[in-house]
């Protein structure tokens, strides 16, 4: 047993304070000092505990093998998986007409511009490798290129709306499955606290999970076991979410760059 160095509230309320302190004071030195233990983090994640994950995966499907579980389970998780890429495709649809309408353009020509960042990022999982491809179609779609060079970078960083549909969607199903009480009042607390948690998650494969496995434990009472279903069906699925991050910055660099063209003409 490894008892946490803090709790998850004080984790991010720490986060909050430190980061918006040293943005504040534009302090060098204890930015530099948070950059390592950023750096640092990344890197045990990405070599050590995500390398690690499918042999744990593997053991915990060896036990529900062996209590019979297991069929049922996967059977569940391929409807979950039909669902959530359901959602994924309608997220994005929304987010490219609210682009269009904003943007006056034709959001099916702004989504089909993307595509290339969506297949793109299927095939890395992650949103900070697929920024050349999304910031070349971004560009492709018509936004100013100093405009693009700014929200794609932040957005993979900060933009994680289909990791966060995704770890939603797969938290309620196990909840469904293993006949645990789902309050909105509840839900509706992780939803928010995800949020904010997918702000500072890891820009690695996997990064999104195991940034909200403090909130999965602490808000919805998630053991051992449910969390690793949870890895496991992240994992599983982790491209996908990906691949609507990154899609979805085409159409945020679009909103932002109609709001900074009304700007200069404001100004001019």
Same mark, same amino acid.
């Given at each position: 047993?490894?008892? =946490?160095?803090? +709790? ?19 302090? $060098?030195?204890? %930015? ?14 990405e070599?050590v505990?995500i390398p690690?994950? =499918? ?5 915990i499907?060896l036990n529900?093998?062996? @209590? ?7 059977? %569940?998780?391929?409807?979950v998986?039909?669902?959530?890429f ?5 997220l994005?649809?929304?987010q ?8 006056? $353009?034709n959001?099916?020509k702004? !989504?089909r511009?993307? !595509? =290339? ?11 900070? /490798?697929t920024? =050349?491809?999304t910031?070349k179609?971004t560009?492709? @779609?018509?936004? +100013?290129e100093?405009?693009?060079?700014f ?5 993979a ?8 549909m ?10 469904? *499955? ?9 839900i509706?607390?992780f939803i928010?606290? !995800?949020?904010?948690? *997918? ?11 195991? /940034? ?12 051992? %076991?449910?969390q690793? !279903? *949870?890895i ?16 979805g910055d085409?159409?945020?660099?679009v909103?932002v760059?109609r709001?900074?063209?009304?700007h200069?003409q404001?100004?001019?």
């Open positions: 047993q490894m008892p =946490p160095a803090f +709790q998850v509230m004080t984790a991010l309320v720490l986060a909050f304070t430190f980061g918006l302190g040293m943005a504040l004071l534009k302090t $060098k030195y204890l %930015q530099n000092t948070f950059d390592d233990f950023r750096d640092i983090v990344s890197i045990v994640i070599n505990i690690l994950l =499918p042999f744990y995966i593997f053991g499907f529900m093998i062996r @209590n019979g579980e297991a069929f049922a389970v996967l059977a %569940q998780f391929s409807k998986i039909v669902v959530i359901t959602l994924h495709i309608l994005l649809l929304l490219f007409t609210i682009a269009g309408v904003i943007g006056r $353009k959001p099916l702004l !989504l511009t993307m !595509l =290339p960042a969506y297949a793109t990022a299927l095939g890395t999982s992650s949103s900070a /490798a920024i =050349p491809v910031l179609q560009i492709k @779609n018509g936004v +100013q100093n405009i693009a060079g929200t794609v970078p932040l957005c960083t900060i933009h994680m709306a289909g990791s966060t995704k770890i939603t969607a797969c938290a309620l199903a196990i909840m469904y *499955m293993g006949n645990m009480p789902v309050e909105f009042g509840t509706s607390r928010f606290m !995800l949020g904010i948690t *997918m702000v500072a998650a890891p820009g690695v494969p996997g990064g999104s999970i195991m /940034a909200a496995l403090g909130l999965l434990s602490s808000i919805l009472g998630f053991n051992e %076991q449910l690793a !279903l *949870m496991a069906l992240y994992i599983a699925m982790d491209s996908f979410g990906t691949a609507c991050n990154v899609t085409g159409a945020i660099s909103i760059d709001i900074a063209g009304k200069e404001c100004l001019s």
